[in-house]
């Protein structure tokens, strides 16, 4: 057909469902994650801890092996509730590693690119936008938290004997809920960050010093004005609080117990408080028009 | 070829080289970086980096007032202030400015596209190292001397003629003395660190973070190994030990102590060795923007 005789013809197609169209946003940011070789090796990186835990899990089950070993201790092997929060705090530090490579691009590109008035013209509100990208922070940080946690905790209760499950099943709830809140802290403070700056190297670096800075002048408050509220800035000590408290942990595994200690509520404001800061950011810097000075 | 040719070799490059060239040329170059960076809008970060210390000491100085000021005091605040430079500092405020700094004296102009302009004047590429690295360190090192010694005033002028005699009559001179010493090769020593990874890496805050895990827990490994951190020349110039325990202890474990003076040559090999190793990587780089 010649090009003159081509009309205008409105899309005739299916159209996704609405619930559904943030969706489209995560599928091409992994796609675009995935062609980075780095990402990749990153990720692998990021999931052999498990392989080790999964082996000591093994290892604590079978009797034959730490016979052979020689390793056949009462007590030496033991998947408790501190082998879990192990796992955990391992994992989570994986995630805040590999969140500091993807998260500062998610936004920014869009951003420098001036594409968010195209994403803003389809029927696509601006919490669709967001929720897409932090869908693709948020699985790709479950893949390496809570999802390789419970897997552990099935490998456990599998070979496990005397009703190991049941009695353990409550960590299941701790598991999800701690990994959920890092992970959602997390991946707002990057979409916040790379909405905010548009330089892949500085945004990286900001998200680095938005964990280490405050949690140094909060030590530093600490010791001048003879306080300990100042470690309500250390965002990872009020993690590792939660982490504690939801485990059940009684041993100073996470640090020394002591009265003078933020109440696990005030930690959960904390980091409830650095979500609604990133929201309240990404509310301002996200608009379908950008005002250029010069 | 013998030792000796060697070295009339290098006698004979040496004179051959235009000194006083690449002298003025420097000096145009650091000029220049900061007429260009000391003072902008950028830069706020790294000056709160430097002087939120000091705020926070006014603070303390301001509600503790009516506190009695004895030298009781003065040994608690002492330590408090050598808490501040040696955790703080040393491993926060001066390391991610000097990753701010540093980092963007090149990959800021690879950003900023300007940095074929800097290629193009006939300078030697090794010039342009050494010109960037000394604005880099006059940067830093302005900005958290003056950081450094706002703090050691507002700390100990609250206690009046007792605070006067500690530091005049006392062992305060001398602490405030070892501090800026200290500070200065910090900013040094860390700076060559991250012009180099800058020069290494397209993206060098993630090796930089690795760079930080390595001095922190350099602490535990093999002398030789340690000799390969900043910190440990710097742990060993610090006038006040901390009674730190628990994990904090290993920010302050020193296994074998060196004498100053081999400490401070120490740090100074180790920046002049690893910003040599930058004017080999410069030689390397190729501009892309289109990547940045």
């Known amino acids: 057909m010649a090009v003159y005789k081509r009309r205008y013809n409105p899309y005739g197609g299916t159209l996704t469902p609405q619930w559904s169209r943030f ?12 062609k980075s070789r780095f990402f990749v090796i990153l990720l692998i990186l990021s999931l052999v801890p498990i392989l080790f835990f999964a082996g000591y899990i093994f290892v604590a089950n079978n009797k034959t092996v730490q016979l052979l070993m020689q390793m056949r201790s009462a ?57 897409g990208k932090l869908a693709a922070l948020g699985l790709l940080l479950s893949a390496v938290t809570w999802i390789p946690g419970l897997l552990l905790f099935s490998l456990q209760a599998g070979l496990a004997r005397n009703g190991w499950i049941w009695s353990h099943m409550w960590m299941v709830v701790p598991i999800i809920f701690c990994s959920a809140i890092w992970i959602l802290m997390l991946s707002l403070i990057s979409l916040a960050v790379s909405a905010s700056v548009k330089l892949r190297i500085v945004a990286t670096g900001v998200i680095f010093i938005s964990f280490f800075i405050p949690a140094g002048l909060g030590e530093m408050y600490n010791s001048i004005m003879g306080s300990y509220w100042g470690r309500l ?35 959960w404001g904390v980091l409830i ?9 990404l509310n301002a810097r996200l608009k379908a028009r950008e005002v250029v000075r010069g | 070829m013998s030792a000796q040719d060697l070295v009339a070799r290098a006698q004979k490059w040496a004179t051959e080289q235009p000194w006083r060239l690449y002298g003025s040329q420097i000096s ?10 000391l003072f902008t809008r950028r830069r706020i970060g790294i000056y709160l980096l430097a002087w939120v210390p000091v705020l926070i000491i006014l603070t303390h100085v301001i509600f503790d007032r009516n506190q009695p000021a004895g030298p009781a005091q003065i040994e608690t605040d002492t330590q408090v202030l050598a808490g501040i430079v040696q955790l703080y500092y040393f491993r926060l405020g001066i390391f991610f400015a000097c990753m701010a ?25 090794e010039v342009l190292v050494v010109g960037k690295f000394l604005a880099g360190s006059v940067v830093a090192i302005v900005l958290f001397e003056t950081a450094v010694l706002a703090c050691f005033y507002v700390m100990y002028s609250r206690f ?20 800026l010493l200290v500070t200065a090769l910090a900013c040094i020593g860390y700076g060559a660190v991250f012009l180099a990874l800058s020069l290494l890496f397209k993206n060098p805050i993630v090796p930089g973070v690795v760079i930080m895990g390595w001095e922190t827990i350099a602490a535990i490994f093999p002398d030789w190994a340690q000799m390969l951190t900043v910190t440990f020349y710097l742990k060993h110039l610090c006038p006040v030990s901390l009674p730190l325990s628990g994990p904090l202890a290993i920010f302050t474990i020193v296994a074998e102590p060196v004498p100053p003076f081999v400490a401070v040559l120490g740090l100074l090999l180790l920046s002049i060795t690893i910003l040599a190793l930058s004017c080999f990587l410069i030689h390397r780089m190729e501009i892309t923007y289109t990547a940045e």
């Open chain 1, 233 to 267: 800035l250390n965002f990872t000590e009020m993690f590792r609080l939660i982490l504690a408290k939801g485990f059940r942990e009684r041993t100073g595994l996470l640090g020394p117990l002591s009265r003078n200690e933020i109440p696990v509520p005030a930690a």
């Open chain 2, 28 to 37: 145009i170059l650091v000029r220049n970086e900061l007429r260009r960076n």
């Open chain 2, 160 to 179: 009046g003629s007792t605070g006067k005699s500690y530091v005049f009559g006392g062992p305060g001179l001398g602490q405030l003395g070892s501090y």
């Open chain 1, 23 to 34: 969706f489209v946003l995560t599928r091409y940011a992994f796609a675009e994650l995935f």
């Open chain 1, 75 to 131: 007590g030496l092997f033991s998947v408790e509730n501190e082998y879990f929060i192990m796992i955990m705090v391992a994992q989570t530090q994986v995630a805040f590693l590999l969140n500091c490579w993807v998260g500062p691009v998610l936004i920014a590109g869009d951003l420098t690119n001036g594409a968010l008035p195209l994403f803003l013209s389809r029927p696509f509100s601006r919490a669709d936008y967001v929720l």
């Open chain 2, 101 to 125: 700094i540093f980092t963007w004296l090149f990959r800021g102009e690879m950003v900023e596209r300007t940095l074929h302009y800097q290629f193009l004047v006939p300078v030697r590429r």
């Open chain 1, 273 to 281: 408080l650095v979500c609604v800061l990133s929201v309240v950011i």
